[in-house]
T-cell receptor, first 112, second 111 residues
Framework: KAGVTQTPRYLIKTRGQQVTLSCSPI?????VSWYQQTPGQGLQFLFE???????NKGNFPGRFSGRQFSNSRSEMNVSTLELGDSALYLC???????????FGSGTQLSVL | GENVEQHPSTLSVQEGDSAVIKCTYS??????FPWYKQELGKGPQLIID?????GEKKDQRIAVTLNKTAKHFSLHITETQPEDSAVYFC??????????FGSGTQLTVLP
């Protein structure tokens, strides 16, 4: 079974731009969660989607948004990028909510 | 919200020795406790998990113990090998319906 696939693997943007990251979950998994990982703050929860509905949201500004499609694939968008948005963005999928989350390799975003 | 503390932040052991990493949490309603291993350039990999109705779980060289009363749980790795070297994260899920992660432990197994 293929794992969680995230694209692109690396991304370089400048301040003020926007970015869209993509995540394809494991086949059959309907829950997709997004996390931000930085050396200073560690792993922080962004949001979780299940059957195209956002079920939970972390403490991030409105510039961070996401969506999930009918095939369970998910995207997250960050608008008006700031230097502090530089991080590894991780997607995880699971059958149910918040149990046995399986992570992809992440998208490394650098904001210059 | 949930607060998870993880210790130690770094741990070096000799190959073949045991390693223990400990985590404490704050929300008494927490009911799911996974451990993840993250190698350089990769995402976190689920290595073992435990639910609140179980006190201990073992999978080959890895075991997790949970003390609900004290609100702490631990990861035990026996007979460590160089390939066990990585960053290990504990996590907790409960009333917030999201995983809250500890700050990580860099484990180094010395040959």
């Amino acid at each position: 079974k293929a794992g969680v696939t995230q694209t692109p693997r690396y991304l370089i943007k400048t301040r003020g731009q926007q970015v869209t990251l993509s995540c394809s979950p494991i086949s059959g998994h309907r829950s997709v969660s997004w996390y931000q990982q930085t050396p200073g703050q560690g792993l922080q929860f962004l949001f979780e989607y299940f059957s195209e509905t956002q079920r939970n949201k972390g403490n991030f500004p409105g510039r961070f948004s996401g969506r999930q499609f009918s095939n369970s694939r998910s995207e997250m968008n960050v608008s008006t990028l700031e230097l502090g948005d530089s991080a590894l963005y991780l997607c995880a999928s699971s059958l149910g909510a918040n149990e046995k989350l399986l992570f992809g390799s992440g998208t490394q975003l650098s904001v210059l | 919200g949930e607060n998870v503390e993880q210790h130690p932040s770094t741990l070096s052991v000799q190959e073949g020795d045991s390693a223990v990493i400990k985590c404490t949490y704050s929300d008494s309603a927490s009911n799911y406790f996974p451990w993840y291993k993250q190698e350089l350039g990769k995402g976190p990999q689920l290595i073992i998990d435990i639910r609140s109705n179980v006190g201990e779980k073992k999978d080959q060289r890895i075991a997790v113990t949970l003390n609900k009363t004290a609100k702490h749980f631990s990861l035990h790795i026996t007979e460590t090998q160089p390939e066990d070297s990585a960053v290990y994260f504990c996590a907790v899920s409960g009333s917030a319906r999201q995983l809250t992660f500890g700050s990580g432990t860099q484990l180094t197994v010395l040959p």
